[in-house]
DNA sequence: TGCCTGGCTGGCACTGAGTGGCACGTTAGC
DNA sequence: GCTAACGTGCCACTCAGTGCCAGCCAGGCA
């Protein structure tokens, strides 16, 4: 169709373009709240116009949001890499790796953006979104990886649920210590709760 | 203050007015399409004005989201009712007994609504927020009715989580099935997998 | 009966998100 | 140099959502 070996280049200069626009667009949520800023004052800080914002991003929501979507697709990515014979849980718990390492880059940042999206009702219900498409890419995932009976689908998407329902609980529990209890033993424990030989919370 | 004796009308008539809205509101979705819908046209289709609309509603999403909260209420009414000598899954199984019922109810219109709030983004992730809000709720009911160490509020949360994970695969896979699978029967095998003496899909 | 008060409603105007269409500039290919 | 394609900016438009003010319709009171 077009010249192929030049795609790589430009698609490269957007990238750089979008990555820039993410990094303004956060630091002014983060400044000035997520409501109070419209998108308008983005773009007159990024230095692009009202529209080409809107050919980005499909929404404010979205500058914020898009950065969860790596982490996942990197999350399903290390949980098949795991050798087969090992335990689905521990897998599954070695999935939140590129999640922590991205936290433990910048932990004050990590929790002004926890607090950003639970503040926020529409990046809150985008976020939700988002961790749902995690949940339906991990349901895959590990049917393809243990090569599962399709008629076990139910019960594999019930397990996927339940881990970013873990990951849920524990960034949760980890924001609210402030950032002070450690993410890795939070999700330690989050997904040994899930775990068969897990000791019963009643009785 | 003013008249308390009458107070209780006067919600009458807004409780009656309200469900009357979301009826006509909810037919007009299911008709033309989420987006395809104006509020402008709620309006005229219910007989009030833009202004009292959102007086009543937050927005397009919370008419028909807003079912999903007295459901989930019940729900985790349903769950403190049981007997504390139960097994903590069968009563959370249990919990979903208020939504079996309601879809049960008219399975068409349950299948119907799935669909609408699946296609349309805004609406899956108010969706979706909603059902957060309800995961909120059962790690609160779950760690008071069994009476549980502030220290396990995470193990709570996580199994909170994986029943409201459970719920969403169980629903999915119902309306999958274009509604010919027992949803009663989804349930059981969501909320079995859960299970610690569920034999794992794994080796 | 007439007045007053409080809650509910409608109308109006405004901000801001999101979209379609068109024109311009830049770049790649001939 | 010409042209086709793509990215971008500008303009105009629809529609969601909100603040403000005016009117209506109770019930309470003299």
């Given at each position: ?106 932990p004050?940042?990590?929790l ?61 529990a980890w924001a609210e210590s402030g950032g002070n209890d450690s993410l890795?033993g939070l ?17």
């Amino acid at each position: 169709m077009s010249p192929k070996a030049h795609e790589p280049l430009q698609q490269r200069m957007k990238d750089k373009m979008r990555s820039e626009v993410v990094e303004t667009t956060i630091g002014l949520f983060l400044d000035k709240g997520f409501d109070e800023t419209t998108v308008e004052e983005i773009c007159t800080a990024a230095g692009i116009s009202r529209r080409t914002f809107f050919r980005y991003f499909r929404g404010k929501e979205d500058v914020v949001v898009s950065r969860l979507s790596k982490l996942a697709e990197d999350g399903c990515h290390c949980f098949v890499e795991r050798p087969v014979d090992e335990d689905g849980w521990t897998g599954l718990r070695m999935s939140m790796t590129p999640f922590e390492e991205w936290a433990h880059g910048n932990p004050a940042r990590a929790l002004a953006l926890y607090h950003l999206i639970e503040d926020a009702p529409s990046l809150r219900a985008s976020y939700l979104d988002r961790v749902d498409r995690w949940r339906a890419s991990l349901a895959t995932v590990i049917s393809t990886k243990f090569d599962l009976d399709p008629r076990t689908d139910l019960e594999a998407a019930v397990i996927a649920a339940a881990s970013v329902g873990a990951y849920l609980a524990a960034t949760r529990a980890w924001a609210e210590s402030g950032g002070n209890d450690s993410l890795p033993g939070l999700f330690d424990r989050a997904f040994n709760a899930l775990r068969p030989e897990a000791p019963q919370l009643w009785g």
